[in-house]
Each structure stands twice: as structure tokens, then as C-alpha cells.
């Protein structure tokens, strides 16, 4: 699977952006997706994940009930829609996919990685 993120940008805290995850080389959907971030000087961190089937998703505790994570297997995105954003937010937001369908929060889990997109929230 390959994977393209794209969406980053510069936004005053209180602001809102869509993160887009485009994959693509594989026929099947079956993969679940992860999203991650790395702030300046600080280890990659979980954000969320969600299923295959977009069913199912999970959340961060720093991210949660601000931000929401969707995908639509018939164009194979998966989006990541941040709202009331904090400068805390600021960092490099990775998409990645792994081999399972429901994949943990652990970043060894996952597979494929896009190549970073840059959020930067200021005060």
C-alpha cells in the first residue's frame, strides 16, 4: 500500500483542517489506518485509527470529540477532520496502514507510512 497525505497547513488555534490519506496498490480495502503525529522534539504518537470497514474508529484522549476519522473505500481516502485546534496540535501528522483489518494503537503495527503532512495551530 501506498500512501499520500496531504490537507496540512497553518491555522489560528480555534481553527479547523482535513487531513486526506490517498492509497493506493492494493485491490482490497482491508486494511485498517492509523493516524500519528510527531511534534518537534518529542516520540511519534498515536491519533486514531480507524477499520477496514470504517466502522469502527478510535481516539486519542488529547484528540477526541475534536477531531473525526472517516474513510471511503470507493476512492480509497481516508480523512481526518480536526476541529477546535490547539497550538499542542502542532506537529508532522502521519497516515499509515496495516496488514489487519482492526489494527492496536501501536506504531509497530503499521505497515505502510505516508510521508507526513505539517500542522502548524498558532495562538
Known amino acids: 500500500v501506498q500512501l499520500q497525505a496531504s490537507g496540512g497547513g497553518s491555522v489560528q488555534a480555534g481553527g479547523s483542517l482535513r487531513l486526506s490519506c490517498a492509497a493506493s496498490g492494493r485491490s482490497r480495502s482491508d486494511y485498517g489506518v492509523g493516524w500519528f503525529r510527531q511534534a518537534p522534539g518529542k516520540e511519534r504518537e498515536f491519533v486514531a485509527r480507524i477499520s477496514w470497514s470504517g466502522v469502527t474508529t478510535s481516539y486519542a484522549g488529547s484528540v477526541k470529540d475534536r477531531f473525526t476519522l472517516s474513510r471511503d473505500n470507493a476512492k480509497n481516502t481516508i480523512s481526518l477532520q480536526m476541529n477546535s485546534l490547539k497550538p499542542e496540535d502542532t506537529a508532522i501528522y502521519y497516515c499509515?496502514?496495516?496488514?489487519?483489518?482492526?489494527?492496536?494503537?501501536?506504531?509497530?503495527?503499521?505497515?505502510?507510512w505516508g510521508q507526513g503532512t505539517l500542522v502548524t495551530v498558532s495562538s
Open positions: 499509515a496502514a496495516a496488514n489487519t483489518g482492526w489494527p492496536s494503537m501501536e506504531r509497530g503495527e503499521y505497515v505502510y
